[in-house]
């Protein structure tokens, strides 16, 4: 039986061609536009606001950019707008998420630049944004988000880093062109490991899962959308720092972590706290960026979703679920 979500999964190494193909000179000169600007607002919800999270979690390694991120409602409800010279970017695979078409609607009241980054090009986002990139992904059915997951992530990373401009900024964007091909080859590589990890944690009720620096919006992801969208179980994300500020009580025999390392600095606790599950019998399951590929450890998200997405769609599969469904939510309206 093969859900939506597995050709889904191996139509993202073009859709990310396409995307760079037909977006890289307009999201350059986006980042030229607001190159200067004093603030820049991240929103989305969902998997689109782990999208967010990640990029600022990236650029914030290098750069002393002024970066919020917010979900839709939280961004209409916040009182202290930076109005004047700031920049609303959005992300959202739809187009029409009422909490992120909100958020639009507050920052053009307010005279603050606005950015879409959606897959439907007739979507009201599309249309109502000052200026607007699409990903270049085709319909996305599967609900969790894998294809329109890319390539935000891959917007967001350009157009900011684009702006920041180091050379080390500059070898992000380059690595970020390899990206396609090397997910062509994990995607083959990884599907059958990962099947068998699902079968043996099919039966887990709960998955906690944590990252450092650009992984804890890949942990976001995976726990809201992937976790408890996808398969149906109950999760719950959170920075490696703050493991010994709670989840350490929890922390017991048997079990399930997932743990996501890419060597940054805040990885010296999660290795931290691997060392301490793995000593009270907890079952660990560890996506370490070494083991995938030696491009630039900012990229981690991209590299590390590839064997995630295939654990999930197992994971699902072995419980009689389909990994893109929904029991209450539609894709687009809610
Ligand atoms: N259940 C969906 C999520 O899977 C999705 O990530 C989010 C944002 O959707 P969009 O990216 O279309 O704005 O909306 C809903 O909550």
Not at 102 to 126: C, D, F, H, V
Not at 226 to 231: C, Y
Request: hydrophobic fraction near 35%; glycine fraction near 6%; aromatic fraction near 8%.
């Amino acid at each position: 039986m093969k859900y939506d979500m597995y050709n889904e999964v191996l139509e993202q190494p073009k859709s990310l061609k396409k995307t760079l193909n037909e977006e890289e000179s307009h999201m350059k000169e986006i980042a030229e536009k607001i190159n200067g600007m004093d603030r820049i607002y991240l929103v989305g919800c969902g998997s689109s606001l782990s999208t967010c999270y990640s990029a600022r979690d990236a650029i914030g390694f290098l750069s002393d950019m002024n970066i919020e991120v917010h979900t839709g409602y939280e961004f209409v409800h916040h009182k202290n707008l930076q109005k004047s010279n700031s920049v609303l970017i959005l992300t959202s695979q739809s187009g029409e998420t009422a909490d992120t078409l909100a958020a639009l609607r507050k920052a053009q009241e307010n005279g603050i630049y606005t950015i879409s980054i959606t897959n439907e090009p007739e979507s009201s986002m599309n249309k109502e944004s000052d200026d607007s990139v699409l990903t270049r992904c085709g319909r996305e059915t599967a609900i969790l988000g894998t294809k329109t997951y890319m390539t935000q992530l891959l917007c967001l990373y350009e157009i900011l880093f684009s702006i920041e401009g180091s050379a080390e900024a500059e070898k992000i964007l380059n690595d970020l062109k390899q990206i396609p091909s090397i997910i062509e080859e994990l995607i083959k590589s990884t599907e059958e490991e990962n099947r068998i990890l699902a079968k043996k944690y099919k039966d887990e009720d709960i998955f906690y899962c944590m990252g450092s620096g650009p992984n804890f919006g890949l942990a976001y992801k995976v726990a809201m959308t992937m976790l408890m969208e996808g398969a149906l179980k109950h999760a719950c994300p959170l920075y490696s720092g703050e493991f010994r500020h709670g989840l350490i009580e929890r922390a017991e025999k048997n079990v399930p972590i997932i743990f996501l390392d890419a060597g940054f600095p805040g990885d010296e606790l999660t290795s931290k706290s691997i060392e301490f599950s793995n000593e009270i019998g907890a079952k660990t399951i560890t996506f370490n960026m070494n083991d995938y590929s030696n491009i630039h450890p900012l990229l981690a998200p991209f590299i590390l979703i590839i064997p995630i997405e295939w654990f999930i769609y197992y994971l699902s599969h072995y419980n009689g679920e389909d990994p893109g469904s929904t029991r209450h939510i539609g894709k687009v309206r809610y």
